[in-house]
């Protein structure tokens, strides 16, 4: 018994020391100069161009995702085909590579002197310093979110509902729509939640595209780097304190959404318990 | 009026492996018929080609003289319940069973009615609100029965319905099975391995076999007249005894009488169930009681003769008139059986010889 206390009380420990103590320093900090000045901070129009700009591509990112995740998932739990394990190793790709490498490899490709860099000038075309490449760098650094939730769990539940909606007269898009869909729809949700926080977190392969130009190119990330650098650290505490605010936002709604659907979600959970 | 199912001659192959071979099948209108088969028989793979769950390589199927391999699966009117039931499990109880009428837009009331009218026949009304994994196996399969009733299907398709269940209540759902079948009338196939329900269940039984119909008929013709050595041995235990024929008279190789048949000349093989065995003590026979076993009211005694083993089977109470023990000299009379030829064809009755009988008691 006092082993489990001691337990227990070293992984509260831990979390409040890793997890709600920089959460709390944050938002003091960005208080520190009272609440006028915080709100100041917050509305200095390239605060506001980095929150478009965050959102933006999170709007883009997420979805390409989200199609690709649920498109990946459908053919390698349904189908054997020649590549599939060579697909299934190369969507954790983005997880073995630095972001910073990623970036990188992308001006390496589209940058003016890159690969296709010629052929994007001369059609007038701009994707590095530009939103396209920081959107590229985030579906690339988020490409595995939501197909490692899916996979293992198309995988898992296999096809036998897909099969009994055919006999019950289903097409193939109301069996998508109605089985195949809402069965993988908390895997869906613990994905794209995840990936939106990554994609509106990311810095490294963002940060070397994008150029940072600020107030043109500039995501929240990276506008809390360029405000710490230039030592205003109360702004960049201010702005930091609206990504945390993303983060409590994304774990506040998925709580909401469990406990909406708790008898459905604890009654799948205590049969794979039994099973 | 009942849907009448005719097969044609129908193959499926697998890569290179044959699961059905020209299978051609009469299925009467409002027919309850067995699928009957070791596992890897073909009889799962027939079923999915009736319903339109796999597209045959040759033959054809048709529902009351009407092609219905033209036909895609949902316009078929098949109703199916797979062996691991399969149902929806994010939908509760009552949305899998309203799973059809929702796709055909039924009008809500229209789904009302008919899902609480399903809901009754399958005893779950109060469950209606739950999720398929807070059911027991039982009424997880009664509810994947009335999803699949719910469009009213021409035929209803069964894959190891009972497979997954503990006996009890494996017993009650056969029974209730039959009880709503009688009721509905609708040409039924159900697939199973296990012999014991598909005699109990089925009309008649088809009997399948390394992708073919080895024998079709009712069960008790079936059981006393197996077409061949696999289908003897599959619907029992049996005792096999290479034999030899002259003049009628069908001696074990071993060096004992079996009694007689009107088969041809030579070698052939004896299949013997356990209770056409009778042996009793006799300290001058030729057999040696190896081992005797009572379970309950029924007793198995295991018998050697010059080599040969055999297997007799009585009730417990019989067991205590016939004196034996083990390791003492008994005598055996044989009363029944089948002779197959080498190949495990041409079955002929085995016929005992009467006096043999009559000294016995039989």
Same mark, same amino acid.
């Given at each position: 018994?006092?082993?489990?206390?001691?337990?227990?009380?070293?992984?509260?420990?831990?979390?409040?020391?890793? =997890?709600?103590?920089?959460?709390?320093?944050? $938002?003091?900090?960005? %208080?520190? @100069?009272?609440? &006028?000045?915080? !709100?100041?901070? +917050?509305?200095?129009?390239?605060?506001?161009?980095?929150?478009?700009?965050?959102?933006?591509?999170?709007?883009?990112?997420?979805?390409?995702?989200?199609?690709?995740?649920?498109?990946?998932?459908?053919?390698?739990?349904?189908?054997?085909?020649?590549?599939?394990?060579?697909?299934?190793?190369?969507?954790?790709?983005?997880?073995?590579?630095?972001?910073?490498?990623?970036?990188?490899?992308?001006? =390496?490709?589209?940058?003016?002197?890159?690969? $296709?860099?010629?052929? %994007?000038? @001369?059609?007038? &075309?701009?994707? !590095?310093?530009? +939103?396209?490449?920081?959107?590229?760098?985030?579906?690339?650094?988020?490409?595995?979110?939501?197909?490692?939730?899916?996979?293992?769990?198309?995988?898992?539940?296999?096809?036998?509902?897909?099969?009994?909606?055919?006999?019950?007269?289903?097409?193939?898009?109301?069996?998508?729509?109605?089985?195949?869909?809402?069965?993988?729809?908390?895997?869906?949700?613990?994905?794209?939640?995840?990936?939106?926080?990554?994609?509106?977190?990311?810095?490294?392969?963002?940060?070397?595209?994008?150029?940072?130009?600020?107030?043109?190119?500039?995501? +929240?990330?990276?506008?809390?780097?360029?405000?710490?650098?230039?030592?205003?650290?109360?702004?960049?505490?201010?702005?930091?304190?609206?990504?945390?605010?993303?983060?409590?936002?994304?774990?506040?709604?998925?709580?909401?959404?469990?406990?909406?659907?708790?008898?459905?979600?604890?009654?799948?959970?205590?049969?794979?318990?039994?099973? | 009026?009942?849907?009448?199912?005719?097969?044609?001659?129908?193959?499926?192959?697998?890569?290179?492996?044959?699961?059905?071979?020209?299978?051609?099948?009469?299925?009467?209108?409002?027919?309850?018929?067995?699928?009957?088969?070791?596992?890897?028989?073909?009889?799962?793979?027939?079923?999915?080609?009736?319903?339109?769950?796999?597209?045959?390589?040759?033959?054809?199927?048709?529902?009351?003289?009407?092609?219905?391999?033209?036909?895609?699966?949902?316009?078929?009117?098949?109703?199916?319940?797979?062996?691991?039931?399969?149902?929806?499990?994010?939908?509760?109880?009552?949305?899998?069973?309203?799973?059809?009428?929702?796709?055909?837009?039924?009008?809500?009331?229209?789904?009302?009615?008919?899902?609480?009218?399903?809901?009754?026949?399958?005893?779950?009304?109060?469950?209606?609100?739950?999720?398929?994994?807070?059911?027991?196996?039982?009424?997880?399969?009664?509810?994947?029965?009335?999803?699949?009733?719910?469009?009213?299907?021409?035929?209803?398709?069964?894959?190891?319905?009972?497979?997954?269940?503990?006996?009890?209540?494996?017993?009650?759902?056969?029974?209730?099975?039959?009880?709503?079948?009688?009721?509905?009338?609708?040409?039924?196939?159900?697939?199973?391995?296990?012999?014991?329900?598909?005699?109990?269940?089925?009309?008649?039984?088809?009997?399948?076999?390394?992708?073919?119909?080895?024998?079709?008929?009712?069960?008790?013709?079936?059981?006393?007249?197996?077409?061949?050595?696999?289908?003897?041995?599959?619907?029992?235990?049996?005792?096999?005894?290479?034999?030899?024929?002259?003049?009628?008279?069908?001696?074990?190789?071993?060096?004992?009488?079996?009694?007689?048949?009107?088969?041809?000349?030579?070698?052939?093989?004896?299949?013997?169930?356990?209770?056409?065995?009778?042996?009793?003590?006799?300290?001058?026979?030729?057999?040696?009681?190896?081992?005797?076993?009572?379970?309950?009211?029924?007793?198995?005694?295991?018998?050697?003769?010059?080599?040969?083993?055999?297997?007799?089977?009585?009730?417990?109470?019989?067991?205590?008139?016939?004196?034996?023990?083990?390791?003492?000299?008994?005598?055996?009379?044989?009363?029944?059986?089948?002779?197959?030829?080498?190949?495990?064809?041409?079955?002929?009755?085995?016929?005992?010889?009467?006096?043999?009988?009559?000294?016995?008691?039989?």
């Amino acid at each position: 018994m006092a082993g489990r206390a001691a337990l227990i009380t070293a992984a509260m420990l831990f979390m409040a020391l890793f =997890l709600v103590c920089p959460l709390v320093i944050v $938002f003091s900090q960005a %208080l520190s @100069a009272g609440f &006028f000045t915080y !709100i100041t901070s +917050l509305n200095d129009p390239n605060v506001g161009s980095a929150v478009l700009m965050t959102l933006t591509i999170a709007a883009i990112a997420v979805p390409a995702n989200v199609v690709f995740g649920i498109l990946a998932s459908w053919c390698i739990a349904r189908f054997d085909f020649w590549g599939r394990n060579l697909l299934i190793t190369l969507i954790d790709l983005p997880f073995s590579i630095s972001p910073v490498v990623a970036g990188l490899l992308e001006v =390496l490709l589209f940058g003016s002197n890159g690969l $296709f860099g010629g052929w %994007l000038e @001369a059609n007038n &075309f701009q994707i !590095i310093f530009a +939103l396209p490449g920081m959107v590229i760098a985030t579906i690339f650094v988020t490409f595995p979110f939501v197909a490692r939730e899916l996979i293992p769990l198309a995988q898992e539940q296999g096809n036998d509902e897909e099969e009994a909606a055919v006999t019950l007269g289903a097409s193939g898009l109301q069996i998508f729509l109605r089985v195949s869909l809402p069965k993988l729809r908390w895997g869906l949700l613990y994905g794209v939640l995840l990936c939106n926080a990554r994609a509106m977190g990311e810095f490294g392969a963002v940060s070397v595209v994008s150029g940072k130009i600020y107030g043109s190119t500039d995501t +929240l990330s990276l506008a809390v780097e360029s405000l710490y650098e230039s030592y205003d650290m109360q702004a960049a505490f201010a702005v930091a304190s609206l990504l945390a605010m993303l983060a409590l936002v994304t774990l506040v709604l998925k709580a909401a959404l469990e406990y909406r659907h708790r008898d459905e979600l604890h009654a799948t959970r205590k049969a794979k318990a039994k099973s | 009026m009942s849907t009448a199912i005719e097969i044609n001659r129908l193959a499926k192959s697998f890569g290179p492996h044959k699961v059905l071979n020209d299978v051609s099948l009469d299925v009467a209108p409002g027919e309850l018929l067995a699928l009957l088969g070791p596992s890897g028989s073909g009889k799962t793979t027939l079923l999915r080609l009736i319903a339109g769950l796999d597209q045959p390589d040759a033959g054809d199927v048709k529902f009351d003289r009407d092609d219905a391999l033209g036909r895609k699966p949902k316009e078929r009117g098949v109703g199916f319940v797979f062996q691991h039931y399969a149902l929806f499990r994010h939908m509760t109880v009552f949305e899998n069973i309203a799973f059809a009428l929702r796709i055909k837009k039924a009008p809500k009331a229209e789904v009302q009615t008919r899902v609480t009218e399903l809901l009754k026949l399958i005893q779950l009304e109060s469950l209606a609100a739950r999720y398929p994994a807070q059911l027991s196996g039982g009424q997880r399969q009664r509810v994947a029965l009335a999803r699949a009733l719910a469009s009213q299907p021409r035929v209803l398709l069964l894959d190891e319905p009972f497979g997954a269940l503990d006996a009890v209540v494996r017993r009650d759902l056969r029974r209730w099975l039959r009880h709503l079948h009688e009721e509905m009338n609708i040409t039924t196939l159900f697939v199973t391995h296990d012999q014991e329900e598909a005699f109990d269940l089925a009309d008649r039984v088809v009997i399948m076999h390394g992708g073919k119909i080895c024998q079709l008929g009712t069960p008790i013709d079936i059981y006393r007249s197996p077409a061949d050595a696999f289908v003897h041995e599959f619907l029992g235990e049996s005792n096999r005894l290479a034999a030899h024929i002259r003049g009628g008279a069908v001696q074990a190789d071993a060096g004992f009488p079996l009694g007689h048949a009107a088969a041809p000349e030579g070698a052939a093989m004896a299949y013997i169930r356990p209770h056409h065995v009778t042996p009793f003590a006799n300290p001058r026979g030729g057999w040696t009681v190896n081992r005797i076993a009572a379970t309950g009211a029924a007793a198995r005694i295991t018998l050697s003769h010059n080599g040969a083993v055999v297997e007799a089977a009585m009730t417990a109470d019989a067991l205590l008139e016939t004196g034996l023990a083990v390791g003492a000299m008994a005598e055996v009379v044989f009363s029944g059986g089948t002779l197959f030829d080498q190949d495990g064809k041409t079955p002929v009755k085995l016929t005992a010889d009467r006096p043999a009988l009559a000294a016995v008691g039989v």
